[in-house]
C-alpha cells in the first residue's frame, strides 16, 4: 500500500478509555476509528450511513485486514487517511493512520464491503460515483 | 444544576458505532463522553491522567448520576461541558451535553471522584488549584 | 438498597478488554453489565429487548445512578443481580454486582427506565406484569 | 482455514449494547470476541494475559484478517474456536465463530501476535510450550 493515494483525511486523537490494560489503544478500536472514517467521508459527499440504512441500503463490511505498526498511546494525535476503489462487485477502502507529523504509520487497513439492498447483494449510484470521482484523481 | 457556571467546554460529535440497535447512542457511551471531556479538561491545565497513574496517583470514580434528557442520535454534534467542586474528600464534576446552538441539554450528570495514591485516599495538590481557580470564577 | 430482594441473578465475569490503562474495568463498562442483566431478566420472561424495539415500544434509560464500591479486575468472576419496581410511569431497577461468595459489594445502580411507544411516553403489560411477580415475592 | 483442528472453544453470546444501528454486532466487536476468546486459552492453560503484562511480557497483535460470513444478531449463541500455530517469531492464532450446531459459520480469523519483553522482540516458553501441544494434536 505503499503508493496509495489517499482522498480523504480526517484528524483524530486517542481517548483515554480506549486503551486497555496494557496502556495501548486496543486493537479492536482500530476498526472504530477506520469505520469511522470510512461514515465521516461519505458524510463529506452527502452520504449518511444511517440514512443509507433506514432506505434499506446497508454497507457491509465482509472483509477486514489491519497490520499494526506502531501503537497508538494515550492522548496521541493521528491522521487517519482513506481511499477507495472498486474491485468486482465490492468496494475496497484503503486506510491507514499516520502521526500528525506523516513520518510515523501506526496501521494501515484494507476493508472489502457489499452493499446489501434489502438483504441481496447491489449497488448503490452514490458509491459508484465516489469510485469514479477516486479513480479520476 | 440549572445555574450551573461551565469552566470548560468541548465539541464533540456522535460515531455511528456509539449507537446501537434503537439507533441512538447506547447508553453507557455517554459516560465515555463524560470522561473524555474530563481528561481533556484535565490536559488543558496540563495533567494527563495516564501519567498520574504511571506516578501512583489514580482519579477513580466512586459514584455517578446521569441524567437522559434527550437521546443522541447519528451525526449529532454537541457541546460538552464540565464544572468542578470539592466537596469533602471528593472532587465532583457537575457535567452536561449541550446541542450546537445551546438550546437543548442531552444529558446533565453528577460525578464524584477521589484520589487514590498507590490505593490509599490522598488529594493531589494539582487538583486543588484546579478547584481553587474554579471557585474563583 | 440494603435490604434489597432481588429477583433474578446472572454470573458473569471480567473480559480484559473491558479494562482501561488502570488496569481495572472502565467505568462506562459498568453500564454494559447492567443493561446486559436487564436484558437478560427480560428474555428470562420471554421478552426481546431488540423485538420490543422492532414493534415501536422501546425501554429507554432516563436516569442513572451507580455507587462503585471496589474495582473489577481482570478475570474478575461476579453475580450481577436485579430487582424491578413501577414508581410512577417509571421502570425502576435497582441492580448490583457482587463477587462470587457474596461477601464483596463492587457496585450498586438504581436506573430509572420509560417506555416510548412510537415516541410516546406509556407502558407494556408484558412489563406490568413482571413488577406484579417482582412485588409478589 | 477449511480443515482447521481447533484445540480450544468457548461458548459465548451476543449482548445487545454490541449491536449497532444497523441490528447486527458491529464489526469491530468481533475482535473483542476473539480476544477474549485468546485469553481465555491462555487462562485455561495457567497463563494470565494481565500477569505477563505485569512482569513485562506482553502479546502484541501485529496482523488481523477476519472474513465476515453472516451477521451475529441480538441474542446469538455461538461457539468461538481457536487454533495455534508458530510462524518464525509469531505466535498465529486461526479463530472462528460458529453457530452452536456448527452449521453456519459467521466469521473466521488469522491473528498474529508476537511478543515484547520490555518493548523487545521475543518468545515465552508457555506459549512455546503451547505451541507444541497444539500441534502433536
Not at 92 to 101: E, G, K, M
Amino acid at each position: 500500500m505503499s503508493m496509495q493515494t489517499y482522498i480523504f483525511e480526517l484528524p483524530m486523537e486517542v481517548r483515554d478509555y480506549e486503551c486497555d490494560l496494557q496502556g495501548i489503544v486496543n486493537n479492536a478500536v482500530y476498526q472504530n476509528y477506520f469505520e469511522h472514517t470510512r461514515h465521516k467521508f461519505l458524510l463529506s459527499k452527502g452520504i449518511a450511513f444511517s440514512e443509507l440504512h433506514q432506505r434499506g441500503v446497508d454497507a457491509v463490511v465482509v472483509k477486514v485486514e489491519i497490520s499494526f505498526k506502531r501503537s497508538l498511546q494515550p492522548s496521541d494525535q493521528f491522521i487517519s487517511k482513506l481511499s477507495l476503489k472498486k474491485e468486482g462487485v465490492r468496494y475496497v477502502f484503503y486506510q491507514a493512520l499516520y502521526s500528525i507529523n506523516g513520518q510515523t504509520l501506526h496501521a494501515s487497513a484494507r476493508i472489502e464491503t457489499v452493499i446489501l439492498i434489502n438483504g441481496k447483494l447491489g449497488f448503490t449510484p452514490e458509491l459508484d460515483r465516489l469510485v469514479d470521482e477516486a479513480s479520476a484523481l
